[in-house]
């Protein structure tokens, strides 16, 4: 079943149900200022850090789910409803959401007047602008009473709803004509407040939440809204909120537009107050003055889609599925550049207090959006790398609004430092800026500890080198890629982390046959970089370490029919067809074939035989199989999972793209895409009601064969899933790579696929790549033209920036 359809032409998800499964969200803002906004209103607003500067509460896994948001109540004398149907939930003759790049529109009808309340947080603005428009259908005038509704968090969102002892006493508001200004904290240690304002007189208002609403009544049924009547009140302590009260008379036909503004400001000490405990509002006002009519706010738009024009012009497709068009030129672009902002923090499914920047989860990221903007990739990668320590280990998370190392999960993830080799290679291969290698970058954020980022690589390479374990293979340290499979921390006390007790190292054969591939795959583009670079005496050294990890893995990391997934603390075999459960897994099966070790062995061909003999099935690839029925104190969290979910065999969306690539390196196409199209959002559009989340967006994970309800989807929105299926799909299935010299043409598709098209600019020019598959095959190129000559090899080489050329590729 289907809750709405795509509008490829608007770039929008039309929702025209609101009792979607689950939640159905979308993210406003790119840069400073961010919102979540649910298809019915819910969600809420921080400036940077999800954790530190709450601007709006939310509370989160409630009852009824999805309470609390960016209201606009109507009381029009015969209902009170709101245009997203919640939080009244009184029956609408037509409802509808459009979530876009950016922005949501979200539309209700009833009574004969419509209303469309529309979100968006402009360019470089700190504010989130909603502009809701009245329309009068009928015949008569129409008395509309308006009350806008926000309720403010006390600024960090941990202490917002556990220390209630101090909050219900410290919010403090201003109101000033039609701003309703949250200045709690301000007098103190804080240099910003919040505010909301409308571009028009208001009859009334309320700040204080229980005056608003009445002490027993929910969102749904306000008092005020309910009687028609703000009260004006004005919150000293308990829970301030802004709602403005606005009324509105439309003559038949007549429509009217009001704008909001949702604003954060910081001010410098000096200029902190306009008089004694008033605050200074001259950037407030600055704010809503560029957004205080209808045509500047539908200017800002514009502006917006322009921006994501540019942005989505980079990589275009044209091929004959429909649905893989739309997400290769959409939503699996515009869910890149969502994780790239907000990594692992914000979204339905992560609360935005728990978890900061990933190490390797931004590393991976970035290759999914470097293509649009190569300068914020850059900033990422120096931000990334100053957390890293002298010795190649890194904080496994970051804080972005501090940009130093998380203390509190420190460090120890062994896969770690081979990612910002993937990061910087990704981010060198398209801009070409291999500057970027000579900036000076400190260890720990430690002022004087700057290195050349190049030298942070080879620490990085050497971290691998320097802890290995008795079988030649990488030692795994708290994990690798698969943060719940705990090899030396057996826990026995359920009030501890996996992530951050015991990391028993002392005598640990815990190694990764995962880190191990990985190391060879970016190994080698190190070695590449340190060539095109010129540096070939460490180039050469190595490549030996490479050539002696590939001994190794096919020494003893190969079990027979498929590679081994580790060691264990007392070097038992991990994912071996002489464990009881857990036979074989995805991850390290995954990298050593997209390392191609043992190819010509065979080795890959049946790693990837056996991969679909028993991790595949209807709804994608599973973490590993058989599934674990009971708690192995050995292995650590991947035992406490119920089978079939998360990385107890669940179907890890983020880790299916591996074996897609692998998939790849064998030539077998014909798999590769068929594995791409089981996890695809857009192809599980009508199974919607299975699913639950957004058919627009990749999950993180989908339930797997041995679940109680295989194909059910959790945690979308913020996974690698988005970066390593957007890289898989384009550098390996439609085979368009950047190179340091140039772009790749090595596709490997169905052999259904009769012809393609890829628009694709790089390094300042622009290719219009036809590709043509009169035989059926697979794999391999048999000739390249560019405007008309033919060249020699795949590789497109640089050519000169400002140019478009046409490249006509005969498979
Ligand atoms: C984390 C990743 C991790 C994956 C597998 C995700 O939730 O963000 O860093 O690799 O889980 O455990």
């Not at 027993?216 to 004005?234: I, K």
């Not at 902190?272 to 209808?294: G, M």
């Not at 920047?357 to 991976?364: A, L, T």
């Not at 190292?505 to 010129?534: N, P």
Request: charged share 25%.
């Amino acid at each position: 079943m289907q809750y709405g359809h795509f509008d490829d032409e608007r770039r929008e998800y039309v929702i025209t149900n609101p009792r979607t499964p689950w939640p159905w969200i979308n993210y406003l803002g790119n840069e400073d200022f961010f919102s979540l906004i649910s298809n019915t209103g819910g969600g809420y607003s921080f400036y940077k850090d999800a954790k530190f500067r709450r601007i709006t509460r939310y509370r989160y896994n409630n009852v009824p789910m999805d309470s609390g948001g960016k209201y606009f109540y109507i009381n029009d004398g015969e209902s009170v409803w709101s245009p997203g149907w919640k939080p009244c939930k009184t029956e609408l003759d037509s409802y509808e959401c459009r979530h876009g790049m950016n922005y949501t529109t979200i539309k209700g009808v009833k009574n004969g007047i419509e209303a469309e309340a529309l979100y968006f947080v402009p360019l470089k603005t700190w504010a989130e602008v909603q502009k809701l428009t009245l329309r009068n259908t009928t015949n008569e005038v129409k008395m509309l009473k308006i009350f806008s509704f926000v309720e403010w968090a006390l600024w960090n969102a941990a202490t917002d709803m556990e220390n209630f002892q101090r909050n219900f006493s410290t919010g403090e508001v201003e109101i000033e004509d039609s701003v309703l200004y949250h200045k709690t904290e301000y007098k103190e240690r804080r240099d910003h407040y919040a505010y909301y304002s409308v571009n028009a007189p208001i009859q009334g208002f309320d700040t204080d939440r229980e005056s608003f609403f009445g002490l027993y009544n929910g969102f749904d049924e306000p008092q005020t809204v309910l009687e028609g009547a703000p009260r004006n009140s004005e919150a000293h302590g308990w829970s301030p909120i802004a709602s403005h009260y606005v009324e509105v008379n439309l003559q038949p036909g007549e429509s009217k537009d009001l704008v909001f503004v949702l604003g954060y400001v910081e001010n410098s000490p000096e200029e902190k107050w306009e008089s004694k405990n008033i605050i200074n509002k001259t950037k407030a006002k600055a704010t809503i003055a560029r957004f205080d009519t209808a045509e500047k706010v539908d200017a800002a738009l514009a502006e917006l889609r322009t921006y994501w024009d540019n942005l989505l012009n980079v990589f275009s497709i044209k091929t004959n599925e429909e649905k893989l068009d739309r997400m290769v030129n959409i939503w699996n672009q515009y869910q890149c550049m969502i994780t790239f902002c907000f990594s692992r923090s914000a979204s339905f499914f992560e609360s935005g207090i728990g978890r900061g920047m990933g190490f390797r989860d931004s590393n991976q990221d970035l290759v999914g959006f470097v293509h649009q903007i190569p300068e914020r990739a850059r900033e990422r990668i120096i931000d990334i790398a100053s957390t890293q320590f002298a010795d190649g280990g890194c904080y496994h998370q970051y804080q972005p609004l501090t940009k130093k190392g998380n203390n509190e999960i420190g460090q120890g993830f062994n896969d770690d430092p081979m990612w910002l080799i993937f990061g910087t290679t990704a981010y060198i291969k398209e801009s070409g800026d291999f500057s970027i290698l000579d900036e000076p970058v400190p260890f720990d954020n430690q002022d004087g500890s700057e290195v050349s980022l190049f030298r942070h690589l080879t620490v990085s390479f050497d971290h691998v080198v320097n802890n290995l374990g008795p079988h030649g293979l990488p030692l795994s340290g708290r994990a690798d890629w698969n943060d719940c499979l705990n090899l030396n921390c057996f826990s026995n006390d359920p009030n501890e982390s996996f992530q951050t007790t015991e990391n028993k190292s002392e005598g640990s054969q815990a190694q990764s046959l995962m880190i191990a591939g990985l190391f060879v795959v970016y190994g080698r583009d190190y070695v590449e970089l340190c060539k095109t670079i010129g540096n070939v005496a460490e180039a050469d050294r190595a490549q030996k370490h490479i050539d002696d990890m590939v001994e190794a893995i096919k020494l003893n990391g190969w079990d027979g029919e498929w590679f081994l997934r580790a060691y264990d603390y007392f070097g038992n075999k991990v994912g071996s067809n002489e464990n009881e459960e857990g036979k074989i897994f995805i991850e390290s099966n995954g990298w050593c074939t997209m390392a191609g070790i043992g190819l010509e062995e065979g080795m890959v061909a049946k790693a990837l035989d056996a991969v679909k003999e028993r991790l595949d099935c209807e709804h994608g690839i599973v973490l590993n199989n058989p599934a674990y029925t009971k708690y192995y104190i050995e292995y650590g969290e991947i035992s406490s999972y119920p089978p079939g979910y998360k990385e107890n065999a669940g179907i890890f969306c983020h880790n299916n793209p591996w074996i897609m690539i692998g998939e790849t390196v064998q030539g077998r196409g014909d798999r590769a895409w068929d594995y791409f199209r089981k996890i695809c959002p857009s192809y599980t559009e009508n199974i919607s009601d299975l699913h639950k989340v957004e058919p627009y967006v990749y999950a993180q994970m989908i339930a797997g064969k041995d679940a109680f309800r295989p194909g059910e989807a959790k945690n979308s929105w913020l996974t690698g899933t988005a970066a390593w299926n957007y890289y898989a799909i384009t550098q390996y299935i439609l085979g368009i790579r950047p190179t340091y010299s140039g772009l790749i043409i090595d596709p490997c598709i169905s052999p259904e696929w009769k012809e393609f098209e890829v628009t694709r600019k790089f390094r300042g020019a622009t290719y219009h790549i036809k590709v043509k598959n009169p035989n059926g095959a697979m794999k391999g190129v048999t000739s390249i033209k560019i405007n008309g000559k033919i060249i020699e090899g795949n590789i497109i080489p640089l050519l000169a920036a400002g140019d478009t050329y046409a490249v006509e590729v005969v498979m």
